[in-house]
């Protein structure tokens, strides 16, 4: 996987873009499939690094997997059969790994010690320490973040508040709320995803402004057969590229089409984009559809974003930004702090590429104001090693007036292993190069 590539700038893309399968969805998978009883069969698990630092995670607790065909095979030991690991569980990159992990782990009869990469080890871990301490798990943290060091303890169950919307903190919450002595309920302050909801079976619910979700230890966990949809937050690079270029159509089929996730489609909607769903319906608990985006016809104009839509788009920021930053009036994005505390600071990093590129943004501390329509042009930018802002700076090098040099490429393993070639394939080829 090359670690500096080259994007020329395009006038005209079609085609059929394959989708990776949903990150977010598989990791839920893997990890419920683990703790129930039985064999379950996953059906698509993605390639990519992040699930496959959830799988490494498992098969290190003694969860066996096979893979035959487009199917993983995970014979699932129960809630107490985890057995302890030889040595530290290592999570990559993958802060769902690690959170929901931390959920499950605080809850067995052994230690274990959990680790990332120097980016997941400056993440915020205290957000889910405290809620599980409260439990009555015994927790260490470095200065609030990794190597998490977990003694495994008998749990109660307990009702807490999120202070802000997080479906990785909630997860864990529940996740650890399975093991508990009693019933444990999560309240959170605006819609974050809900597929832990979803895959459990729990109900929300909706107390104006407040929603709480609770969940009942001795719920049955059978095993199943799971279906991972195509991911939409893999989708959302190829939307705006398809809103971007001045000819273009794209499709993408069976794409996930929660709306806990899917709000950039209204945005970019909003924006003018021409984007059509068709062939909706629900597969394993989750509603996909096919996707279809055409250039639109007199090009994209600003939106502003901000509120309880943010964490129903929390991945799709940089690449909104890149939209907005080809879009005609002033975009400002605000009310996402979180954004900070991601793979990167990607609220600094997307301000970074795109002032790079000829935009015009400004910081703010929980947004970005970006003034449209000016041209990008072609620059050297470096993806810091998070895959959303390699992806995003290679869509905007796509309406550049040169090439675009992206260096850390390679990170895109994380979510989208076969993006190079996705993007080059839309051009007819030859638009994506890296040095020999
Ligand atoms: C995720 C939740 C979000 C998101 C992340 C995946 C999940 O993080 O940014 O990419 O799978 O639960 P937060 O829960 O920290 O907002």
């Known amino acids: 996987m090359p670690s500096i590539v080259t994007v020329e700038p395009v006038v005209a893309i079609a085609g059929r873009i394959t989708i990776p399968p949903d990150k977010s969805i598989a990791h839920r998978a893997a990890i419920l499939a683990a703790l129930s009883e039985g064999e379950n069969q996953i059906v698509g698990y993605p390639d990519a690094a992040d699930p496959q630092s959830t799988l490494a995670v498992l098969g290190a607790l003694g969860v066996e997997v096979e893979e035959r065909e487009d199917s993983l095979f995970v014979q699932g030991v129960g809630r107490q059969g985890l057995r302890a690991s030889d040595g530290p569980l290592d999570c990559g990159n993958s802060g769902t790994t690690m959170r929901l992990m931390a959920g499950v782990l605080a809850g067995q009869s052994f230690p274990s010690a959990l680790i990332g990469d120097d980016s997941l080890s400056q993440r915020p871990m205290e957000r889910i320490a405290e809620p599980l301490r409260r439990m009555g798990a015994s927790i260490e943290l470095d200065d609030g973040h990794a190597p998490i060091r977990i003694q495994g303890n008998s749990l109660s169950g307990i009702t807490y508040t999120l202070p802000t919307a997080s479906a990785q903190v909630k997860s864990c919450i529940l996740l650890a709320g399975l093991m508990a002595d009693g019933p444990t309920t999560v309240i959170e302050p605006s819609p974050s995803r809900d597929h832990t909801e979803r895959m459990l079976g729990l109900t929300t619910l909706d107390l104006g402004g ?147 590129m000829g935009a015009q943004v400004e910081e703010l501390d929980d947004g970005l104001v970006i003034e449209g329509g000016r041209p990008l042009q072609g620059a050297t930018v470096d993806s810091q090693g998070d895959h959303r802002i390699a992806m995003a700076e290679a869509v905007a090098a796509l309406t550049a007036s040169g090439p675009t040099t992206i260096h850390n490429a390679d990170c895109i393993e994380v979510s989208f292993p076969t993006f190079w070639e996705e993007l080059d394939g839309m051009a007819g080829g030859g638009i994506v190069s890296s040095p020999a």
């Open 210 to 356: 407040e929603r709480r979700i609770a969940i009942d230890p001795a719920m049955d966990l059978p095993p199943r057969i799971w279906i991972v949809p195509r991911d939409f937050s893999a989708a959302a690079f190829f939307l705006v590229a398809g809103s971007i270029v001045p000819t273009a159509t794209l499709v993408m089929r069976q794409v996930g089409l929660n709306p806990s996730r899917a709000a950039l489609l209204d945005v970019l909607s909003a924006m003018g984009a021409r984007i059509e769903v068709t062939n909706e319906r629900t597969r394993a608990y989750e509603p996909i559809g096919d996707i279809r985006v055409n250039a639109p016809e007199s090009g994209l104009h600003a939106v502003d974003v901000a509120g309880d839509l943010i964490p129903n788009l929390i991945d799709e920021i940089p690449i909104l930004a890149v939209a907005a930053a080809c879009a005609e009036g002033t975009t400002t994005i605000r009310d996402a702090a979180e954004l900070r505390v991601k793979e990167t600071d990607r609220l600094a990093a997307t301000a970074q590429f795109l002032r790079a």
